[in-house]
């Protein structure tokens, strides 16, 4: 990173799988190690909504006090019969409860959401949008569905069981998820990363730097921007209750 971005400070990023699954005096030791160097200024912390609790966050929280720290809890959606089926094994009141636990402490949080899982829908994913803007999340990283063979997924998708979005319609979703963000949030990804040799479907998910073109592209070419239709949703949601 230094030598491609010129860049000097760091996080030090805790990202695969959940790194608060084990006691504080064992997370105490893998943050404190991460945060030795002194061209580390802040942790990311990935993990999920239904493994933190008070005295986890209350570590996390000291850290907050000389280094910027972000926790990044794995939502992918707020509807159950969708984590139901990708066997997520939380639900979204897990999220919400953690999310509430984590307010007030200074530590920034970050929301992980896929679009394209399967059974969902354009509104389904919008309305996922919809929640994360009213929750006040900090940041978001959006990820787009792809199938890794030897996976129940790639089993579902051989047996036509699963519809894996096309770009142009990926793209399209993104646009629409970003108008219904708040204009504050930060948005840390707009599509996912597949190894090729595991990748199974669809190919254009090997082809980054065209999808986040083709975004930006249909952002101009709609005159359209993060956080567009947040405010005209919220008022309509009043208004309904």
């Excluded at 793209?171 to 970003?178: G, I, P, R, S, T």
Aim: aromatic residues 8%.
């Amino acid at each position: 990173m230094a030598a491609r971005y010129k860049a000097k400070k760091f996080l030090s990023y805790f990202q695969a799988f959940t790194n608060t699954y084990a006691p504080c005096d064992i997370l105490r030791k893998r943050y404190d190690e991460a945060l030795a160097d002194s061209d580390i200024v802040g942790l990311a912390i990935g993990t999920r909504p239904d493994c933190v609790d008070e005295e986890k966050l209350n570590l996390i929280e000291r850290y907050t006090t000389t280094h910027m720290v972000w926790i990044e809890y794995g939502l992918q959606s707020i509807h159950d019969r969708t984590l139901n089926l990708i066997n997520r094994g939380h639900a979204f009141e897990d999220f919400v409860h953690a999310v509430q636990m984590t307010r007030g402490r200074n530590i920034l949080i970050c929301a992980h959401v896929i679009l394209g899982l399967p059974g969902e829908s354009k509104q389904d994913i919008l309305e996922t949008a919809t929640a994360v803007a009213d929750l006040g999340i900090d940041g978001i990283k959006i990820h787009s569905l792809f199938v890794l063979k030897e996976t129940p997924l790639a089993q579902l998708y051989k047996d036509g069981g699963c519809t894996i979005l096309d770009q142009h319609t990926y793209v399209d979703w993104v646009v629409a998820f970003l108008e219904r963000l708040s204009p504050d949030t930060v948005v840390q990804r707009l599509t996912g990363d597949p190894l090729p040799p595991a990748l199974l479907a669809p190919a254009w998910a090997l082809h980054k730097q065209q999808t986040l073109s083709q975004i930006n592209k249909t952002l101009e070419q709609q005159d359209t921007w993060q956080g567009r239709m947040a405010e005209k949703v919220k008022k309509s949601m009043c208004s309904q209750a």
